[in-house]
């Protein structure tokens, strides 16, 4: 499986973006899918997460009511929806597998690139 994120970008403060998160092969409906994100100089920080079968999903505290995520799993994609957005969200932000909808990273074990948000002040 191969991990690619798309979808980052500058917004203003307020504004919305959806990230997209394509994966490779054919397994993809047995894997839990994470979103994390790092901002400079920081620790990566979890985000949000979706169980393989899209029933049970986890927020990080900072995001809930302003991000949601969702899976489309005939199509391999994973997509974090984000919505009234602040410049403290302004982060690299990285989609993984897991075996489970951990909030841990070192529960996943394969990540994306990465796509950058900016969210301007």
């Known amino acids: 499986v191969q991990l690619q994120a798309s979808g980052g970008g500058l917004v203003e403060n307020g504004g919305s973006l959806t990230l997209s998160c394509a994966a490779s092969?054919?397994?993809?409906?047995?894997?839990?899918m994470g979103w994390f994100r790092q901002a400079p100089g920081k620790e990566r920080d979890f985000v949000i997460s979706i169980s393989a079968s899209g029933r049970s999903t986890y927020y990080g505290d900072s995001v809930k009511g302003r991000f949601t995520i969702s899976r489309d799993n005939a199509n391999n994609t994973v997509y974090l929806q984000m919505n009234s957005l602040k410049p403290e969200d302004t982060a690299v932000y990285f989609c993984a597998t897991g075996t489970i909808a951990t909030i841990d990273p070192w529960g996943y074990d394969l990540w994306g690139q990465g796509t950058l948000v900016t969210v301007s002040s």
């Open positions: 092969g054919s397994t993809f409906n047995t894997y839990a």
